[in-house]
């Protein structure tokens, strides 16, 4: 079975398959780590102690509505306009999960800056991958070469180092990403953090998704008000958050965030935002009152979605081998491809209710080229060249999911 035919997006069953070879060595005992935080006090923890340092879609989307309404008075105020004033059309940013293919919305990214025409965006939010990009596409094209250098010169040594079979199985992970965490760092620094919390200040909204396994629910992280609030841990915060973001699980170890609650301190375990939702836009309650809002007749503001799907959308034909490592890796490949699809047709699904236009990019089936290795850096820069070119051309945005076109 090729590569591409056991699935790109089967990142766990590659990582596995690259962790064994080094050898096996002697296992160690399991990770330690602090007490999970209580389940009834999932929502009152906190990092920095900041009230809207991150949200909870599934369980208070209230807190992040609020959010949303700050951030308008928050752009009104830096745009010196009055509350009755109209405001420009907002532009929203959802850039999913996707592994290597990341370099195509990276790519499309860089093209569509050389158009002129690439929106300062109002909203942007990533998972995975998608949150690797989301900080660059937030802060708009000045950041273009850092960007490119993310997935251009991106090597699997840069991301992970193997820990071998044994070690792997019997730790948290099949690999180690402190390569990863600093090749985040190295472009994610206090300049970078300056950049986000000045554009928090005029109402825009950088979010991150990452998934709190302890708690078994979605995290929203609102990295723009952690860069405003000065405090000297926000910087590895929002490091942490990205990688955690990224961290399939099994692959990669989940990163552990200490919290406090009721004066004690505590650790979440948090992984890759894609064991929920590969990408997002906006919670249900947000597009709810603005349906309230036109029926009421009342103005409401122009909203354009823009989603970058860093993956391809038509199923990915294989003759699967019939042995147990096969099967698993396709069936894990099967699972993401239909949540990713998933994904898409909701998000359309939502915009459509809340009348918000929507525009979706992916990997088209003329993409051919296959994937040797894990984050093969000729790969990534083949496909970064791929996404260019369709950004040159304005983005080639689909105004509907091609899974709908093709249901008729």
Not at 130 to 153: E, H, I, M, W
Not at 166 to 191: E, Y
Not at 346 to 375: H, N, W
């Amino acid at each position: 079975m090729s590569c591409r035919a056991a699935g790109r997006r089967a990142v766990l069953a590659r990582m596995i398959a690259a962790g064994a070879a080094p050898g096996l060595v002697a296992a160690c005992a399991s990770p330690e780590r602090l007490p999970a935080v209580p389940r009834e006090a999932t929502r009152q923890a906190s990092v920095l102690g900041l009230p809207n340092e991150r949200f909870f879609f599934l369980t208070n989307p209230q807190a992040v509505d609020a959010e949303f309404r700050a951030a308008g008075a928050r752009e009104l105020a830096w745009r010196r306009l009055g509350p009755r004033d109209p405001l420009p059309r907002t532009t929203i940013l959802a850039v999913s999960g996707g592994g290597e293919d990341g370099a195509f919305g990276a790519g499309l990214l860089c093209g569509w800056s050389t158009t002129g025409a690439r929106p300062v965006f109002n909203l942007v939010t990533g998972v995975s991958t998608g949150a690797l990009t989301a900080p660059f596409a937030f802060l708009g094209p000045d950041f273009d070469p850092q960007l490119r250098d993310v997935y251009t010169n991106l090597t699997l040594a840069d991301v992970a180092e193997s820990r071998g079979l044994v070690s792997g199985v019997m730790g948290d992970a099949m690999a180690d990403t402190a390569p990863l965490f600093r090749t985040i760092s190295k472009h994610l620094d206090a300049a970078m953090l300056a950049k986000l919390a000045e554009a928090y200040d005029q109402g825009r909204l950088l979010l991150i998704g990452t998934t709190d396994l302890d708690a078994q629910v979605p995290v929203v992280w609102n990295v723009g008000a952690i860069a405003k609030s000065g405090d000297a841990r926000a910087l590895d915060l929002i490091r942490k958050i990205l990688l955690a973001s990224a961290a399939v699980p099994g692959a990669f170890p989940p990163v552990m965030i200490d919290v406090e609650y009721g004066g004690r301190k505590y650790q979440e375990m948090h992984v890759d935002g894609g064991a929920f939702a590969q990408a997002f836009l906006y919670p249900p309650a947000v597009g709810e009152d603005r349906q309230a809002r036109i029926r009421r007749r009342e103005r409401v503001r122009e909203v354009e979605a823009f989603v970058i799907r860093n993956a391809r959308l038509d199923p990915n034909w294989a003759s699967v081998d019939r042995r147990t490592l096969g099967i698993v890796g396709r069936a894990v490949s099967t699972m993401i491809f239909a949540s990713g699809a998933n994904d898409v047709l909701r998000m359309y699904s939502r915009t459509q209710a809340d009348q918000v236009g929507f525009k979706l990019a992916y990997i088209g089936t003329d993409f051919t080229t296959e994937l040797p290795a894990p984050f093969d850096q000729g790969f990534m820069r083949a496909l970064f060249e791929y996404g260019y070119a369709q950004g040159t051309r304005g983005g080639d945005w689909a105004s509907r999911p091609p899974l709908l076109r093709a249901g008729g």
